[in-house]
């Protein structure tokens, strides 16, 4: 709230400038967060907690100054004046439902003239925010701002028979506020009425039927107390905030009423020429008082972890304003009803803490249980890519997991989406399903600011439904473009190297790479991974023309290779740790060979024959050394060289062992591939 | 001429072959020539020795090695020196331009984000807490409802969130994973978790609608609001160096104390998060003894953490994942 800080002082005495004061207030937890300067000196921007209702008025905060520096408060309630007898003019007050309004208070006061307020007034609403009006509108707001009580006037002659009811609204009811908007009201709204209609809603903003104008002479003052749920569902309900839901909201002292309305009279007396045509009225049909809280003062230092003593403990929950009966334990401890927050042991040491100071506690670190700690397999999982792709030359990438819907998701999952309930826009729809969209808008970005040599990654979460509920999985997702100083542009190999690699690291030896098609993706260079026959995920160049059509990136930018694999899947696979082989103790015998088959053989059936034909064991590895299609071959047919490497565990091979293994080799490759000698 | 002065000749003749070789491979032909095995000429030489005369022949056979022996000291300390230069010449043909540019090469990286967590997750397990991952799109009985908050209170307010459904949001605050950690784990508790949190904010230099948050929970015997102000304390000490720490009494439904805690940085305070003694209410509904047990908890900002330790400005540049940016750190 802003609150001029003259005005403060006027409430309470310390000789710290507005620097200190600033600094205590805020080490008290009320928080000063911005000081600006006004017509009348600086103001405090206070960040009022949602439990502190008590601090949205100027008396508030000064009561919390005064617990803090220890300094006297130094103001005094205006006396209720009771002196009329019976009021001159017809008035009752009925409330139906003293549940959602404890208390309601009037006072009807004549001859009113509506008039600007003097400058004081005029200046200090201003400097808090407000827009003066005229004497009667601004000494509500004058009153609400200094003892935190909201009031309203209404205009007396347009109430019929002076007859007020406090009551729940019936289903059809309208209301006109004084903002000049007409406002169906929820049935069940409390709301103030005359005989038939409303004329307020209750703590939130009066009716335009029994609005204060020129012409106005006689109001009714109100003053009174409303359940804190009931003017928050009211004003949700209605889409307005005001001042003074603001602070039913978040609670007012109900011993406020009477003190508020004298403080009004008084003021309009004064400078509205107003006479008083009643008593205070005041309905209440059931108190609210003080309530009390035992509290045994070792749970003090138990909970603080200081070392103060019962005397310190009683003394700040007085300078509070708390009243402590410390001759037995449990103390019994009195909370007036403007701390309506207080209501636990642990409450009372709070406060006792926020008094001594936070910063004057110790530093202590406790002792620790047995247990090791440890980081989530999940987590510690993903770590392990991510460390493993930055060592590859991957740089990881962070992104939102709310997104918009992209033209690289897949159609075919969009059902099992996770939408936002009301998105504000598109951005913030829904979550992302996978993470391949995210990653090559920030390749394009990246693209567009001239970059040249581009592998990204990420590792994160994807959401998705499961039936009506919700589904979290983990992915890592990469794009790579350009050199990446091979001296050659990426590609699907490119990709498959780094996987490969990854692969590795986490101590898979057997993966397979399976031709596959997949939306958004080059049909000629895509492959899905399978684990142990499982497919943990794909890898691919992106399709040039869904490029061209769906990523911003300039025309000729050249292949975009991508993976996205599940990396919970690859997690559930995990392969046993590698166990230790001995070194080789006799040499190896190296062959090349070179075949030539049909153009649409994969060098996996070629590899796949090849190992089918040497069941000895003593073939260790077979490499490819080169592949050639061109002039000197039929256009159907390819050349692959392979290098063979053959060892045994006990001997130095002959060359005759190797020859009868290749030669076995040779039946299989023209058996099982056509393959004819180069 | 003599054996005698057939062998001062060749030995005059070597000597000074051996001063004129300019290359270890003129000696090494020298060698071949004088002293080869067969065919070296002083080697021939001692086939003279039967020419001569019997009491000539130990002095001739003598003189003949002698003169071998000193060409070979000569070939060696020669072969020394020039092997010396011609190393020295080869090596000084292949220097290079040591500033030209270093090779093309470049490694990944981590993104600067990321690296803050595995701080702060290294920190804080190092000093005891366990973490574990917990879901993003949460009920909202863990998000609010566990935590204390009173229904109808104005906190939900100032929380604008995402729901996805009448009881599910994406969580507002990583604190919804304390009931799930007490619903399956009793006191002593050391427990943390690190997350995406995600809340309806208009977005500046500060604030984003997803952010990154670290909690952490204690429940034990005897824990107090100074067992945290250390535990914080430390935390930043490990994460920070020495940096000075704030301590200030702030309101949440789900502590009691409750403190906001800040860093000293630059010249004002940086707030990094919320914390406090967990709720009695809390531990109560889960079923934990108030009398014997208290617990400390706190939510803390990440993203803030690497804005203040290299003074970024903007929280966007995170997200743009603009690599002129990333490779800086």
Same mark, same amino acid.
């Given at each position: 709230?802003?609150?001029?800080?003259?005005?403060?002082?006027?409430?309470?005495?310390?000789?710290?400038?507005?620097?200190?004061?600033?600094?205590?207030?805020?080490?008290?937890?009320?928080?000063?967060?911005?000081?600006?300067?006004?017509?009348?000196?600086?103001?405090?921007?206070?960040?009022?907690?949602?439990?502190?209702?008590?601090?949205?008025?100027?008396?508030?905060?000064?009561?919390?100054?005064?617990?803090?520096?220890?300094?006297?408060?130094?103001?005094?309630?205006?006396?209720?004046?009771?002196?009329?007898?019976?009021?001159?003019?017809?008035?009752?007050?009925?409330?139906?439902?003293?549940?959602?309004?404890?208390?309601?208070?009037?006072?009807?006061?004549?001859?009113?003239?509506?008039?600007?307020?003097?400058?004081?007034?005029?200046?200090?609403?201003?400097?808090?925010?407000?827009?003066?009006?005229?004497?009667?509108?601004?000494?509500?707001?004058?009153?609400?701002?200094?003892?935190?009580?909201?009031?309203?006037?209404?205009?007396?002659?347009?109430?019929?028979?002076?007859?007020?009811?406090?009551?729940?609204?019936?289903?059809?009811?309208?209301?006109?506020?004084?903002?000049?908007?007409?406002?169906?009201?929820?049935?069940?709204?409390?709301?103030?009425?005359?005989?038939?209609?409303?004329?307020?809603?209750?703590?939130?903003?009066?009716?335009?039927?029994?609005?204060?104008?020129?012409?106005?002479?006689?109001?009714?003052?109100?003053?009174?107390?409303?359940?804190? =749920?009931?003017?928050?569902?009211?004003?949700?309900?209605?889409?307005?905030?005001?001042?003074?839901?603001?602070?039913?909201?978040?609670?007012?002292?109900?011993?406020?009423?009477?003190?508020?309305?004298?403080?009004?009279?008084?003021?309009?007396?004064?400078?509205?020429?107003?006479?008083?045509?009643?008593?205070?009225?005041?309905?209440?049909?059931?108190?609210?008082?003080?309530?009390?809280?035992?509290?045994?003062?070792?749970?003090?230092?138990?909970?603080?972890?200081?070392?103060?003593?019962?005397?310190?403990?009683?003394?700040?929950?007085?300078?509070?304003?708390?009243?402590?009966?410390?001759?037995?334990?449990?103390?019994?401890?009195?909370?007036?009803?403007?701390?309506?927050?207080?209501?636990?042991?642990?409450?009372?040491?709070?406060?006792?803490?926020?008094?001594?100071?936070?910063?004057?506690?110790?530093?202590?670190?406790?002792?620790?249980?047995?247990?090791?700690?440890?980081?989530?397999?999940?987590?510690?999982?993903?770590?392990?890519?991510?460390?493993?792709?930055?060592?590859?030359?991957?740089?990881?990438?962070?992104?939102?997991?709310?997104?918009?819907?992209?033209?690289?998701?897949?159609?075919?999952?969009?059902?099992?989406?996770?939408?936002?309930?009301?998105?504000?826009?598109?951005?913030?729809?829904?979550?992302?399903?996978?993470?391949?969209?995210?990653?090559?808008?920030?390749?394009?970005?990246?693209?567009?600011?001239?970059?040249?040599?581009?592998?990204?990654?990420?590792?994160?979460?994807?959401?998705?439904?499961?039936?009506?509920?919700?589904?979290?999985?983990?992915?890592?997702?990469?794009?790579?473009?350009?050199?990446?100083?091979?001296?050659?542009?990426?590609?699907?190999?490119?990709?498959?190297?780094?996987?490969?690699?990854?692969?590795?690291?986490?101590?898979?030896?057997?993966?397979?790479?399976?031709?596959?098609?997949?939306?958004?993706?080059?049909?000629?260079?895509?492959?899905?991974?399978?684990?142990?026959?499982?497919?943990? =995920?794909?890898?691919?160049?992106?399709?040039?023309?869904?490029?061209?059509?769906?990523?911003?990136?300039?025309?000729?930018?050249?292949?975009?290779?991508?993976?996205?694999?599940?990396?919970?899947?690859?997690?559930?696979?995990?392969?046993?740790?590698?166990?230790?082989?001995?070194?080789?103790?006799?040499?190896?015998?190296?062959?090349?060979?070179?075949?030539?088959?049909?153009?649409?053989?994969?060098?996996?059936?070629?590899?796949?024959?090849?190992?089918?034909?040497?069941?000895?064991?003593?073939?260790?590895?077979?490499?490819?050394?080169?592949?050639?299609?061109?002039?000197?071959?039929?256009?159907?047919?390819?050349?692959?060289?392979?290098?063979?490497?053959?060892?045994?565990?006990?001997?130095?091979?002959?060359?005759?062992?190797?020859?009868?293994?290749?030669?076995?080799?040779?039946?299989?490759?023209?058996?099982?591939? =056509?393959?004819?000698?180069? | 001429?003599?054996?005698?002065?057939?062998?001062?000749?060749?030995?005059?003749?070597?000597?000074?072959?051996?001063?004129?070789?300019?290359?270890?491979?003129?000696?090494?032909?020298?060698?071949?020539?004088?002293?080869?095995?067969?065919?070296?000429?002083?080697?021939?030489?001692?086939?003279?020795?039967?020419?001569?005369?019997?009491?000539?022949?130990?002095?001739?056979?003598?003189?003949?090695?002698?003169?071998?022996?000193?060409?070979?000291?000569?070939?060696?300390?020669?072969?020394?020196?020039?092997?010396?230069?011609?190393?020295?010449?080869?090596?000084?043909?292949?220097?290079?331009?040591?500033?030209?540019?270093?090779?093309?090469?470049?490694?990944?990286?981590?993104?600067?984000?990321?690296?803050?967590?595995?701080?702060?997750?290294?920190?804080?397990?190092?000093?005891?807490?366990?973490?574990?991952?917990?879901?993003?799109?949460?009920?909202?009985?863990?998000?609010?409802?566990?935590?204390?908050?009173?229904?109808?209170?104005?906190?939900?307010?100032?929380?604008?969130?995402?729901?996805?459904?009448?009881?599910?949001?994406?969580?507002?605050?990583?604190?919804?994973?304390?009931?799930?950690?007490?619903?399956?784990?009793?006191?002593?508790?050391?427990?943390?978790?690190?997350?995406?949190?995600?809340?309806?904010?208009?977005?500046?230099?500060?604030?984003?609608?997803?952010?990154?948050?670290?909690?952490?929970?204690?429940?034990?015997?005897?824990?107090?609001?100074?067992?945290?102000?250390?535990?914080?304390?430390?935390?930043?000490?490990?994460?920070?160096?020495?940096?000075?720490?704030?301590?200030?009494?702030?309101?949440?439904?789900?502590?009691?104390?409750?403190?906001?805690?800040?860093?000293?940085?630059?010249?004002?305070?940086?707030?990094?998060?919320?914390?406090?003694?967990?709720?009695?209410?809390?531990?109560?509904?889960?079923?934990?003894?108030?009398?014997?047990?208290?617990?400390?908890?706190?939510?803390?900002?990440?993203?803030?953490?690497?804005?203040?330790?290299?003074?970024?400005?903007?929280?966007?540049?995170?997200?743009?994942?603009?690599?002129?940016?990333?490779?800086?750190?």
């Amino acid at each position: 709230m802003k609150l001029p800080v003259s005005w403060l002082r006027e409430f309470v005495e310390t000789s710290l400038d507005e620097t200190a004061l600033d600094d205590r207030l805020t080490m008290a937890g009320l928080e000063v967060e911005e000081t600006h300067p006004s017509a009348i000196g600086s103001v405090y921007h206070t960040k009022v907690t949602p439990n502190r209702g008590d601090w949205m008025s100027v008396l508030g905060t000064a009561r919390e100054a005064s617990a803090a520096l220890n300094c006297p408060l130094t103001w005094t309630a205006p006396a209720v004046q009771s002196s009329i007898g019976a009021a001159a003019l017809p008035i009752s007050i009925d409330i139906q439902n003293s549940t959602l309004c404890p208390r309601y208070a009037g006072q009807l006061l004549g001859s009113v003239q509506i008039v600007d307020s003097p400058a004081w007034i005029a200046d200090r609403l201003t400097a808090a925010g407000m827009r003066p009006l005229n004497i009667v509108v601004d000494v509500t707001n004058y009153v609400m701002i200094e003892l935190g009580q909201p009031l309203h006037a209404f205009d007396y002659d347009k109430i019929p028979n002076g007859k007020v009811v406090v009551r729940e609204t019936l289903e059809g009811e309208v209301i006109e506020t004084l903002d000049g908007t007409q406002r169906p009201l929820p049935a069940g709204t409390l709301a103030i009425c005359d005989s038939t209609r409303p004329i307020a809603v209750a703590g939130v903003m009066g009716g335009a039927n029994s609005e204060v104008t020129e012409s106005t002479k006689t109001i009714l003052l109100e003053s009174a107390h409303f359940d804190p =749920g009931t003017v928050r569902r009211a004003s949700k309900a209605l889409g307005l905030s005001t001042d003074a839901s603001y602070r039913f909201e978040r609670h007012v002292d109900p011993a406020l009423p009477l003190i508020a309305l004298a403080r009004a009279v008084e003021l309009l007396k004064d400078f509205a020429g107003a006479v008083p045509l009643s008593d205070p009225l005041d309905v209440y049909p059931v108190p609210i008082e003080p309530h009390t809280i035992e509290l045994y003062p070792d749970k003090v230092n138990k909970i603080l972890g200081t070392d103060v003593s019962h005397a310190v403990t009683i003394e700040a929950l007085e300078r509070l304003g708390l009243t402590v009966d410390g001759s037995s334990e449990p103390y019994k401890v009195t909370v007036p009803t403007f701390r309506p927050d207080l209501r636990l042991p642990i409450d009372l040491v709070e406060e006792v803490g926020r008094i001594i100071g936070y910063e004057n506690l110790p530093e202590t670190i406790p002792g620790r249980p047995g247990t090791p700690a440890t980081d989530g397999p999940e987590a510690a999982y993903g770590t392990r890519v991510r460390r493993a792709l930055a060592a590859l030359g991957l740089q990881e990438v962070s992104t939102f997991t709310l997104a918009a819907p992209s033209a690289f998701d897949d159609a075919a999952e969009a059902e099992k989406r996770v939408t936002i309930r009301q998105a504000l826009s598109a951005e913030l729809s829904g979550l992302r399903q996978i993470l391949l969209p995210n990653v090559l808008d920030v390749l394009a970005r990246n693209v567009r600011h001239r970059q040249t040599r581009i592998a990204l990654f990420e590792v994160g979460k994807v959401f998705f439904r499961v039936g009506e509920g919700y589904g979290e999985g983990r992915k890592v997702a990469a794009a790579i473009t350009g050199d990446q100083g091979t001296g050659q542009a990426a590609d699907f190999y490119t990709a498959k190297g780094i996987v490969e690699q990854m692969l590795a690291s986490l101590n898979f030896k057997t993966v397979e790479f399976v031709a596959a098609q997949r939306p958004h993706m080059h049909p000629g260079r895509t492959a899905n991974l399978l684990v142990d026959g499982v497919v943990a =995920g794909y890898l691919a160049e992106l399709n040039p023309k869904t490029v061209k059509d769906s990523l911003d990136v300039q025309a000729g930018l050249g292949r975009i290779a991508v993976f996205e694999l599940d990396i919970e899947l690859l997690r559930s696979l995990e392969p046993d740790l590698a166990r230790f082989k001995h070194l080789p103790r006799f040499p190896s015998v190296a062959r090349d060979i070179a075949i030539v088959v049909a153009l649409d053989v994969p060098y996996a059936s070629i590899t796949n024959a090849v190992r089918s034909a040497s069941t000895s064991g003593l073939l260790t590895e077979i490499s490819l050394q080169s592949v050639y299609t061109g002039e000197r071959m039929a256009s159907d047919k390819k050349s692959v060289a392979l290098r063979l490497v053959f060892q045994a565990e006990d001997r130095t091979l002959t060359d005759a062992e190797v020859d009868s293994e290749l030669a076995s080799i040779w039946t299989a490759l023209t058996q099982q591939v =056509g393959a004819e000698q180069r | 001429m003599t054996p005698q002065e057939q062998l001062a000749e060749i030995s005059a003749e070597a000597g000074q072959a051996i001063e004129l070789a300019s290359s270890t491979a003129d000696l090494d032909q020298i060698d071949q020539e004088y002293l080869g095995r067969s065919k070296g000429r002083l080697t021939g030489l001692l086939r003279l020795i039967g020419t001569l005369p019997p009491e000539e022949k130990p002095a001739y056979g003598e003189s003949v090695n002698s003169t071998k022996n000193r060409l070979l000291d000569l070939l060696a300390s020669r072969k020394n020196d020039l092997s010396e230069r011609e190393w020295t010449d080869r090596l000084n043909a292949d220097s290079i331009d040591v500033t030209l540019p270093g090779e093309a090469r470049r490694s990944g990286g981590l993104h600067v984000l990321n690296r803050q967590i595995d701080e702060v997750k290294a920190a804080l397990i190092s000093m005891g807490y366990s973490f574990a991952e917990y879901p993003d799109i949460e009920d909202y009985y863990y998000n609010f409802e566990t935590l204390n908050y009173p229904p109808d209170h104005p906190a939900f307010d100032e929380q604008m969130s995402f729901y996805v459904d009448s009881t599910h949001l994406l969580r507002t605050q990583t604190t919804a994973f304390q009931a799930h950690v007490m619903e399956v784990q009793k006191p002593p508790i050391r427990a943390a978790t690190v997350g995406k949190c995600y809340r309806y904010e208009a977005t500046d230099a500060t604030h984003s609608h997803t952010f990154h948050q670290v909690d952490l929970l204690a429940v034990d015997e005897g824990l107090t609001l100074a067992d945290l102000k250390g535990t914080f304390a430390q935390l930043v000490k490990l994460i920070f160096g020495e940096a000075e720490i704030r301590f200030r009494p702030d309101f949440f439904p789900f502590v009691e104390p409750g403190v906001e805690v800040a860093i000293r940085y630059g010249d004002r305070w940086l707030e990094l998060g919320g914390a406090g003694m967990v709720h009695p209410n809390i531990l109560q509904s889960m079923g934990i003894d108030t009398e014997r047990y208290t617990g400390f908890a706190w939510g803390l900002g990440i993203d803030r953490m690497p804005m203040a330790k290299y003074g970024i400005d903007h929280l966007r540049l995170f997200t743009e994942n603009d690599l002129r940016f990333l490779r800086q750190f």
